[in-house]
């Protein structure tokens, strides 16, 4: 006998299982303290909800500097957005890639701390649902890994964070749809072009008419340079999809 479930059934399937691999937090995720019946500890809640004040980028979603004396206007663009034109609408973040955040991240992303996925995903949800625009997704994709790193590293963990997105926003997700068919050298210490010319051609669409039309969110842990988020919107809206969004669990800082 066969049984076929339902894309939501298999969320939640897949959420109970990362739970029972990795039992829910005694302590704060985020530092290790005593979460005292939240989410979090009191000082990271603090933090956390000190993101939800800062000024980001109404574009790319970075965060402005702090200390920066930006106009309180509804719709401000930092230095790059304004003379940038990206292949994406808007991304947003959960907040700024430094402290706590930025550590957890790590952890998560080096050190194999899976479980994390549940607690950062969480963030980007609350960000997600600041965004009326977000509001209009139809399908959800990770940001893909090559073969050579998913093998060395285990798990892709923007794939971790998909599946926790998709199953709090009630959105499908697609692990399949895109691919990074080579390894590309570390970003860290190029240049705006040399890191464009690093991943070019390094993604691919599977699948051109399981996208077309579709407005798609595509995820990613850190969004800092931009180049990564924008190499994947490319493909992707060459391949024909509709408004294409990003979101992350942290994005770098302008000024």
């Not at 705006?192 to 039309?213: D, H, S, Y």
Request: aromatic residues 10%.
């Amino acid at each position: 006998m066969v049984v076929f479930l339902e894309v939501s059934e298999m969320l939640s399937l897949w959420r109970d299982l990362l739970n029972l691999i990795f039992p829910s937090f005694l302590d704060c995720p985020l530092c290790g303290g005593k979460k005292e019946g939240k989410d979090f500890c009191n000082s990271c809640y603090s933090i956390i909800s000190s993101y939800k004040q800062e000024l980001y980028c109404s574009r790319c979603g970075r965060f402005a500097g702090k200390g920066s004396v930006i106009p309180c206007v509804s719709d401000h663009y930092c230095y790059i957005c304004r003379k940038r034109q990206w292949p994406f609408e808007l991304v947003r973040a959960a907040g700024p890639y430094e402290g706590v955040l930025k550590e957890t991240i790590h952890r998560f992303k080096y050190l194999g701390r899976k479980n994390l996925a549940l607690s950062l995903a969480g963030l980007m949800v609350e960000a997600a649902r600041m965004e009326p625009l977000l509001t209009c997704v139809d399908l959800v994709l990770p940001v893909p890994l090559a073969d050579e790193k998913l093998h060395v590293r285990g798990f892709n963990q923007a794939g971790l964070l998909a599946e926790e997105v998709g199953y709090r926003l009630q959105l499908p997700v697609n692990h399949k749809l895109l691919v990074k068919d080579f390894e590309t050298r570390p970003q860290v210490g190029l240049d705006r072009v040399a890191r464009e010319k690093n991943l070019a051609g390094a993604f691919r669409v599977t699948n051109t008419g399981a996208i077309q039309g579709k407005n798609i969110m595509i995820i990613d842990d850190v969004f800092t340079t931009g180049n990564t988020m924008s190499s994947v919107a490319m493909v992707v809206r060459s391949a024909g999809a509709g408004n294409i969004f990003g979101l992350a669990a942290a994005a770098g800082r302008y000024f």
